[in-house]
């Protein structure tokens, strides 16, 4: 089992930045990838951004966030998401992803609301 626990949320004026975070507990070695979507209301969840879990942390993102959104990580437990040049269509619950290729499993946090107003 892999808990998840994100903080960082909050809400930001058009052009402002937030950073996320998110800390994974458990199993955190059978984490193979992780992640942030995000779920606008009335909309369906989408992907935000990934980054492999061991050395390199390959990175891959939604077009919509290219540019201006960066995520890292600290090592296996802990990744983050800087939001920079935020718009008003941001703002969704963001929710932290972990994929456990070893058990073909996903496991997600509970979710943090990000609000950017115009």
């Known amino acids: 089992q892999v808990r998840l626990v994100e903080s960082g949320g909050g809400l930001v004026q058009a052009g402002g930045s937030l950073r996320l975070s998110c800390a994974a507990s458990?199993?955190?070695?059978?984490?193979?990838?992780m992640g942030w979507y995000r779920q606008a209301p009335g909309k369906q969840r989408e992907l935000v951004a990934t980054?492999?879990?061991?050395?390199?942390?390959?990175t891959n993102y939604a077009d919509s966030v290219k540019g201006r959104f960066t995520i890292s990580s600290n090592a296996r437990n802990t990744v983050y998401l800087q939001m920079n040049s935020l718009k008003p269509e941001d703002t969704a619950v963001y929710y932290c992803?972990?994929?456990?290729?070893?058990?073909?499993?996903?496991?997600w946090g509970q979710g943090t609301q990000v609000t950017v107003s115009s």
């Open positions: 980054i492999t879990s061991g050395g390199g942390g390959s």
């Open positions: 992803n972990a994929y456990a290729g070893l058990y073909s499993v996903d496991y």
């Open positions: 458990g199993s955190i070695f059978s984490i193979n990838v």
